[in-house]
């Protein structure tokens, strides 16, 4: 059966770096890079501010949809970080959306 796709490739416009971090560390204790590639995708973005007791804090929050799997190797995104406009963010959370046969619909990056 043949399942829609709901990151269509043609609401993908933004251009972005992906590096993906697997388990583990590396012999030199870097991490071990599993993934780097120069992907399109739906990007979306906010920031928000929270009030302390002693400062004002101002969050960036971010969020890439891909269309299909974009790290086959992996079965699970926790780390890594991506490019968009100049700038570096670190992935904080990666989520494989799953088809009911199992195959990977959209990946979804959480960006801070």
Known sequence: M???????????????EVVIYGEG???TGSPII??????????????????????KI?????KAYFDGD?????SVISSGYVKVF???RSIYQGTKARNPDG???FTLLELN
Request: some cysteine; glycine content about 4%; aromatic content about 6%.
């Open 2 to 16: 043949k399942y829609p796709k709901l990151v269509p490739d043609r609401m993908c416009t933004i251009e972005m």
């Open 25 to 27: 560390l590396s012999e």
């Open 34 to 55: 599993v993934c780097q590639k120069k992907l399109k995708c739906n990007y979306q973005d906010k920031a928000y501010t929270k009030l302390t007791a002693e400062q």
């Open 58 to 62: 101002v969050t960036l929050d971010g």
């Open 70 to 74: 974009i790290c086959p190797k992996q």
């Open 86 to 88: 100049g700038v570096k």
């Open 103 to 105: 195959t990977v619909n």
